[in-house]
């Protein structure tokens, strides 16, 4: 495992260890779906997801959002007890290494819950708007604007950090 720094974003480095994790979940879920991994993502996508994953934690800071140690520590509970009869995943996994993997995942847990805490605060406030305007839109409605306005609030969020190589 390489500790080389390939870039920093708004100040925290990012490491070939990181990048290295990527490349394995990448791996990993396609293994779990029965396929081989033909053409592995390339850098660059690489990179933009862990961008993308910063991101999050920057929106959920601006949105006073963040996502507690008890509810990653469930989460990753439940993950674990879903996964711990496939072979696959265990085999896979202790190859990577089981500490390694955890902490990662426990970074990509944390990031996951402050995506749907911020998408389940936008839905609310689209509820809102759109009850006293024009009646109740369904979840369906109500999904889709809230995942449009995530979405533009990320770009936003990438927009604002600062990434050097």
Same mark, same amino acid.
């Given at each position: $495992?390489s500790?080389d720094?390939?870039?920093t974003?708004?100040?925290?480095e ?8 990527e490349?394995?979940?990448h791996n990993?879920?396609l293994a779990?779906?029965?396929t ?8 660059e996508?690489?990179?933009t997801?862990?961008v993308q ?6 929106l959920?800071?601006?949105k ?10 469930e989460r990753?509970?439940k993950?674990?007890?879903? $996964? ?7 085999? &896979?996994?202790s ?14 847990y944390?990031?996951i819950i402050?995506?749907?805490?911020? &998408?389940?605060?936008? $839905?609310?406030?689209e509820?809102l708007?759109y ?14 604007f ?8 990320l ?5 604002l950090?600062k990434?050097?190589?």
């Amino acid at each position: $495992m390489s500790t080389d720094i390939h870039l920093t974003i708004d100040g925290v480095e990012v490491s070939q260890a990181e990048i290295d994790y990527e490349h394995f979940r990448h791996n990993l879920i396609l293994a779990l779906q029965g396929t081989e991994d033909i053409t592995p993502p390339a850098r660059e996508t690489i990179i933009t997801q862990i961008v993308q994953l910063r991101a999050v934690f920057c929106l959920g800071e601006i949105k006073g959002v963040v996502a507690l140690p008890q509810e990653v520590h469930e989460r990753i509970a439940k993950f674990k007890s879903s $996964m711990e009869g496939s072979a696959v995943f265990n085999e &896979k996994v202790s190859e990577f290494g089981q500490d390694r993997f955890w902490e990662f995942e426990t970074k990509r847990y944390a990031a996951i819950i402050s995506t749907e805490k911020i &998408k389940s605060a936008l $839905m609310e406030k689209e509820k809102l708007r759109y009850e006293h305007k024009e009646g109740q839109l369904s979840e369906e409605s109500l999904k889709l604007f809230a995942r449009k306005e995530f979405d533009d609030l990320l770009v936003e969020a990438v927009g604002l950090l600062k990434v050097s190589a």
